[in-house]
Every structure is written in structure tokens, then in C-alpha cells.
């Protein structure tokens, strides 16, 4: 435009026929230029216009696989959720029916053995007391023999009746131990009350005190705390473990029993389960410095009719502390022994402070 300008103001000059030609070249030459242009900006318009069709025609070839490629993806996850959830539900409806079964089942077997529990207790309790008859016939029989016949029998007859006198005892302690036995355990819910331990210790020890008197024992015991149970089962538990630690004294010292408590939770016990850890828990210790026994029998003394030692050397059915066993399991608690032989013995007995109901 400058140039164009400039011509103008040189031919506005110029009068002649020459300049005016001149002025005419001029312009031409400037609208081929002007023309060059226009072309070159047309030729690169075409060329954006045509790359945009083109890129236009691309996406719109585009789209239409890319939605259906997106549809079908999304039909296939569907799908496939579809059978996921499908057999998710069916396998939830299927361990539910199992566990239902099983809850059955179990059910089933619980009222069968508590069924059957009833009737083996029932029927110990009457076999104990049919057994007790014959006992008592033999016992005054045996009574009789000797009283009336005693000078005339001869002396190997005699020791024969002793003998036999001597097992109708044992006899009838064992039937006696097996009634105990039956009925231990056996907890009602009503019977549950809170028991004050000193009290039932001092109770326990008075009717054990010959026994301690003979082995010129000594007991030390800690003020013990208050217990929900059943005060008869748990008379029976301490009687039990004392009588077994008079039993089993040392004849080379002077019987001591130490009795001691902690209040622990049952996350600070290794024996208690996740569930049990907010619970309180009373551990009462029992330590003598009898005889002791082997730690590798710390189980098998809580057995039934299991017995360490022959009965010539010490007396008893071999049922007392499966008896202890039995009590403490039915209030919910734990029993563990541990031995030190011609040391000692202690027993460790866990028990909830409040029973659930």
C-alpha cells in the first residue's frame, strides 16, 4: 500500500503522456503483485480447509467404532459382573444353607448329649446306690465272720478277710468319688452367688484340720477377694487341692502351703481367647513343698482314675483333681499344675470374677 501511495504522489507530478504510462506500468505491475497474493492466501486457505475436512472425516470414521467398541466393553463388564454376582450370591446362599444345616446339626448333637449326660449321670447315681447294697452285705458278713469266727479260723483265713475288708473300703470310697464326680459341675443359674473366698477357706481348713495337725502344716494365705459361683463346687475345689497337698506332703519337712492371688484381664493371660480380654480374672495360686511330681505329667493328673503313684503307697481313687478340673471348667475358667520333684507343687487355679449368665 505504501508503494502504491508513492506512485501516486510521483504521477501527481508528471503532466506528460510518458509519465502518464509510466503510472499505468506502475500499476499493473502492482495488482499482479496485489494478484500473487491474493492466489498464495487462497492456495494456503484451500490447504487449512482441505487438512480440516480431511482431520473431520477421520474423527467422523473415528467415532462411530470407538462407541461401539466402548459399548461392547461395557456389555462385556456387565456381563461379566453379572456372572460375578451371580455366583457370589449363589455361594453366599449355599454357605448360608450349610451353616444353617450345620447350626442344625449341631443343635441336634447338643440336645443328644446333654440327653445322654443325663442319662450317664443318672444312671452312675443309681448304679452307685445298687452298688452299695452288696457293699454293706460284705462289709457285715465280713463283720460277723470275724467276731464269731475269728479264733477258730486259721491264720492265713483271717488276713483273707482283712484283705477283703480292706477293698470293700476303698470300695465304697470309690463309689462315693464317682457320685461327687457326677454331680460336679452341675450349675444353675440360681445357684450362682458371690462367694467370699476367706470364708470358704477358713471353712475348708477347719474340716481338714486333723489332716494338717498330723503333717504339723502350715498354711499362709493372702486375703482373697469375692467370686461369683457356686459355693458348693467351689468348697469342693479347695478341699480337693488341699487334701491332695496334705497327701502328697514331704516326710523330710514341715508340710508349708502358700496361697496367693492376682486380679489380672484376660489379655495379660496366655490362656484366655480375644474375646476374653476385657474380662477380669482372679488367678489363685496353690504352692506346697510336698513330694511334687513330674512337670511331664501336668495333664494327665487332671484325668479321670489317673494316678502317679501305686495305692499301697498312697491312698485315694485317683479322682479328686478331675474333679477340680471339671468345677473350674463349668465356671468358665482355667486349671494348670506345675511339678518340681522332692520340691513342690503348685496349682494355679483362673477364675472369672462375675459369671456369665
Not at 493328673?301 to 478331675?322: C, D, M, N
Amino acid at each position: 500500500m505504501n508503494t502504491k501511495y508513492r506512485l501516486f504522489l510521483k504521477a501527481a507530478h508528471l503532466d506528460t503522456p510518458k509519465a502518464e504510462k509510466l503510472k499505468v506500468r506502475e500499476g499493473e505491475v502492482s495488482m499482479d503483485r496485489i494478484e500473487l497474493k491474493v492466489e498464495e492466501m487462497m492456495h494456503i486457505e484451500d490447504a487449512q480447509t482441505h487438512e480440516k475436512a480431511e482431520l473431520l472425516r477421520f474423527f467422523s470414521a473415528l467415532w462411530v467404532p470407538v462407541i461401539f467398541i466402548s459399548s461392547l466393553v461395557a456389555i462385556l463388564i456387565g456381563i461379566y459382573s453379572y456372572i460375578t454376582l451371580t455366583k457370589e450370591f449363589k455361594l453366599q446362599l449355599h454357605i448360608e444353607s450349610k451353616l444353617k444345616s450345620y447350626q442344625r446339626d449341631l443343635q441336634q448333637n447338643i440336645t443328644l448329649l446333654n440327653k445322654s449326660n443325663q442319662e450317664l449321670e443318672q444312671f452312675a447315681y443309681v448304679a452307685s446306690h445298687d452298688l452299695q447294697e452288696p457293699l454293706r452285705k460284705i462289709s457285715t458278713f465280713s463283720d460277723r465272720l470275724q467276731v464269731k469266727y475269728r479264733d477258730q479260723l486259721p491264720a492265713d483265713a483271717a488276713q483273707l478277710i482283712d484283705r477283703m475288708v480292706v477293698a470293700v473300703a476303698r470300695m465304697r470310697v470309690l463309689i462315693n468319688d464317682l457320685l461327687i464326680f457326677s454331680r460336679a459341675g452341675r450349675i444353675a443359674p440360681e445357684s450362682i452367688t458371690e462367694v467370699d473366698i476367706n470364708m470358704l477357706l477358713q471353712n475348708v481348713l477347719s474340716d481338714l484340720e486333723v489332716g494338717l495337725q498330723e503333717k504339723n502344716a502350715v498354711v499362709h494365705a493372702a486375703p482373697l477377694p469375692v467370686i461369683e459361683g457356686n459355693v458348693t463346687n467351689f468348697q469342693q475345689l479347695f478341699q480337693n487341692l488341699l487334701t491332695n497337698a496334705i497327701k502328697f506332703a514331704s516326710p523330710d519337712r514341715q508340710l508349708e502351703i502358700n496361697i496367693t492371688y492376682q486380679i489380672l484381664k484376660g489379655k495379660e493371660l496366655s490362656v484366655a481367647k480375644e474375646n476374653r480380654w476385657d474380662e477380669e480374672f482372679c488367678r489363685i495360686s496353690i504352692e506346697d513343698n510336698g513330694i511334687g511330681f513330674d512337670q511331664a505329667y501336668a495333664e494327665r493328673i487332671f484325668l479321670i482314675f489317673q494316678r502317679l503313684h501305686g495305692v499301697s503307697e498312697y491312698s485315694g481313687t485317683g479322682i479328686g483333681l478331675a474333679i477340680c478340673k471339671k468345677i473350674v471348667d463349668s465356671h468358665q475358667g482355667y486349671i494348670m499344675a506345675y511339678g518340681y520333684p522332692l520340691k513342690g507343687a503348685a496349682f494355679v487355679i483362673i477364675l472369672p470374677l462375675k459369671q456369665k449368665r
